[in-house]
């Protein structure tokens, strides 16, 4: 098993500080298209806090994130926020980052495969959420739903969450360096 453990609180609300501005600035790397869901590097991002960050941080990473767009910051994909965005039809996605960020992070405790495999399983809880929320507001057949706003996605996501595993290695052995964590 791993843990990551920072140095102090400090350090530990300053990082997840830092991981919040990465999700809003990488959800600005957006492509549009037809269906009203863009591509985006959200996914990459939200699996990067989980791995880097672990669960409690990584999701609070989030958190800090969804709120700032919550209350209207534009940090969502497109430069949008406010809590309509939360109820429209690409808001299941943004409830689905919360599973997505806390698998990846759970996923580190473990090493080979698993940490992946969590990322992975979190991104299909995370476009379960997303084509459930999309059909609703759509009033469209869930399947319908899959095909228009999950399967043209779905591998690019998981290439995300095997890409952001990687980086998070690499982010790791330099916090490591740096003596901003512990790995152990």
């Known amino acids: ?6 140095k102090n609180k400090l350090q530990a609300m300053v ?5 919040s501005a990465l999700l809003a600035v ?5 492509l549009p298209m037809p269906s009203g869901v863009p591509v985006t590097l959200q996914t990459f991002a939200v699996a990067l806090c989980g791995f880097v960050l672990g669960m409690k941080y990584g999701t609070a990473a989030l958190g800090v994130y969804l709120a700032l767009g919550v209350v209207g910051l534009p940090v969502f994909a497109g430069f949008s926020g406010g809590f309509g965005v939360f109820l429209g039809m690409t808001g299941g996605f943004l409830w689905g980052f919360f599973p997505l960020t806390f698998l990846c992070g759970l996923g580190t405790r473990w090493k080979k495969l698993l940490p992946v495999l969590f990322g992975l399983f979190g991104v299909i ?8 929320q999309y059909a609703l507001v759509a009033g469209i057949p869930l399947a319908t739903g899959f095909l228009t706003v999950s ?5 690019k996501d998981a290439v995300s969450v095997i890409f952001a595993y990687g980086v998070a290695q690499a982010a790791l052995i330099s916090l490591k360096h740096g003596k901003l964590v512990t790995v152990e």
Do not use: D, E, N
């Open 1 to 6: 098993m791993k843990k990551i453990y920072f």
């Open 15 to 19: 990082l997840t500080g830092v991981f």
């Open 26 to 30: 990488f959800s600005q790397i957006s």
């Open 125 to 132: 809880l995370c476009h379960a959420l997303g084509v459930l």
């Open 151 to 155: 399967a043209p996605f779905l591998l």
